[in-house]
């Protein structure tokens, strides 16, 4: 095998080190998963740095006429791209550590080194760069995708708008979420900061692209953010972005959410979830209008509409001082609430069998029908885990499940199992604690009857035959106790 082949498969790496028995360890401890070249001083070292492309160096503290640290600051202006591990004794870690921003080290290692932790070290070394390297290209292709969306025809902005219209939120009719709509279409003409709330699973997604896409921001960028699923550190990077060199690994700069979305709108679900000191990080930029990158000298203005999403009582949060109030009110110019699944009954079914033709087509299924029996089973069952729960359900019930009708075997046994197994579901739960025997044998009936008549949607023949009555008797007794048809 020829050395370009060599060089083709295997990473390579720069030991820089006066001392040639230092160099000859390191030579023999990575040479087996490195392509290793070596250098006696600053100069050696730049000068084949000109000419070979490095992944990582590997450079001793010490040496004639420099540091490592400020050959290393030389190798981060002209090479940003190459992982840089210094090597030194206790008495120069404090240097070190002064410059590891400033020269954008990934790692300092201390001797005397041992051969398995200086290979660990240069392996890890490679993995960071692949990552950020992965990591850039990335970027790289959301801000051209950026790009593109901010110069869409206006033919392609009104099939998104079609797609993400607040009529495409499937409910029935006299939903408690139509209230909620129509409050989002309102609140979406105007630039002010939304805030939605509500369970895990309910939608608050889909309803904030809703109004985007019915804003004056529709042309612009949508961006999302879970800020419950990164830790501080990275959500400021994600968010705000940084400069190179930043903090360790920090190989490229980095744009953040906010200034992709410039123009647009960031959504950042799950606020409730982020600290105290991000809090007021994200108030600054709120108040501001402009974001600064990790390690910038200066900010960089943006033009965007929040809209923040949570599961959390966030009023409750700013009075058990988790949240700050300042950055709530700035937060809520319009508080909409989106009720959950168990208060939405009437919306299961018609949700229910829009799922399953979108379920169908991304598992490039034929379809399926679901069954009566099925769809009572569905509107039987209180779904803690709302829409995302219904959904998870269907696609598990279809993937398992042959033939064209879901039958209700084809559903886990804790949604088969529907009220009975929810505590405080049965039919006593409402039944008054005093009043005469017939009083509140009528209420239990009454229950009885609205749940036997939800779950078969209202068809009284069904009903009935499950009660043991005739159709003209159910009739009598809901007349009686005053029900009204679902």
């Not at 020269?103 to 993995?127: M, T």
């Not at 190989?251 to 200034?259: A, N, P």
């Not at 046994?413 to 009043?435: C, F, I, K, Y």
Request: charged letters at 25%.
């Amino acid at each position: 095998m020829t050395t370009s082949h060599v060089h083709d498969i295997l990473p390579t790496v720069l030991v820089v080190d006066d001392e040639v028995r230092s160099q000859d360890a390191m030579r023999r401890t990575l040479d087996e998963d490195f392509v290793v070249f070596t250098a006696s001083s600053a100069d050696e070292a730049l000068e084949l740095l000109g000419r070979q492309e490095v992944n990582v160096i590997l450079c001793d503290q010490r040496m004639p006429g420099t540091t490592g640290v400020a050959f290393l600051r030389v190798v981060r202006e002209r090479w940003p791209d190459t992982v840089r591990i210094v090597i030194s004794g206790y008495a120069d870690s404090e240097d070190i550590i002064a410059g590891i921003n400033d020269a954008g080290i990934y790692q300092y290692i201390l001797k005397p080194w041992s051969p398995d932790h200086l290979l660990e070290a240069a392996r890890n070394a490679v993995e960071a760069q692949t990552l950020q390297r992965q990591t850039s290209r990335l970027d790289l292709e959301l801000r051209t995708s950026t790009r593109v969306l901010r110069h869409r025809t206006a033919a392609q902005l009104a099939q998104a708008r079609s797609v993400f219209d607040f009529d495409r939120i499937v409910r029935a009719s006299g939903s408690p979420i139509e209230h909620v709509c129509r409050l989002a279409e309102r609140a979406a003409r105007y630039d002010i900061p939304v805030l939605v709330l509500g369970e895990s699973g309910t939608g608050k997604e889909l309803l904030a692209r809703a109004i985007h896409y019915a804003s004056p921001r529709r042309g612009g960028p949508f961006e999302v953010e879970n800020c419950g699923a990164i830790p501080d550190a990275l959500l400021e990077s994600e968010l705000f972005g940084h400069k190179r060199g930043a903090f360790t690994g920090a190989f490229e700069d980095h744009v953040g959410l906010f200034q992709r979305a410039n123009g647009g709108t960031v959504f950042l679900d799950e606020i409730g979830e982020t600290s105290p000191a991000f809090q007021i990080k994200l108030l600054r930029v709120l108040q501001e209008g402009e974001v600064r990158p990790v390690g910038a000298a200066r900010p960089v203005p943006v033009d965007v509409r929040v809209i923040a999403a949570t599961h959390r009582d966030l009023e409750q949060g700013v009075r058990d001082g988790q949240f700050r109030e300042d950055l709530y009110y700035r937060l809520a110019g319009v508080s909409l609430t989106v009720p959950p699944l168990r208060e939405r009954v009437a919306d299961i079914v018609p949700i229910a069998r829009q799922l399953a033709n979108d379920v169908a087509r991304e598992l490039g299924h034929p379809g399926v029908t679901l069954a009566d029996d099925t769809l009572a089973c569905l509107l039987a069952y209180p779904w803690p885990g709302n829409i995302r729960e219904l959904r998870n359900e269907i696609a598990r019930a279809m993937a398992l499940h042959d033939g064209a009708t879901l039958p209700p075997a084809a559903f886990s046994a804790r949604v088969l199992q529907g009220r009975a197994a929810v505590p405080g579901n049965d039919a006593m739960a409402g039944v008054p604690q005093t009043g005469t025997l017939g009083d509140r044998l009528d209420v239990v009936e009454a229950a009885l009857l609205r749940e036997t008549l939800l779950r078969h949607r209202g068809n009284k023949t069904r009903a009935a035959q499950e009660l043991g009555l005739s159709r003209v008797g159910l009739r009598a007794k809901m007349q009686r106790l005053g029900l009204q048809e679902p």
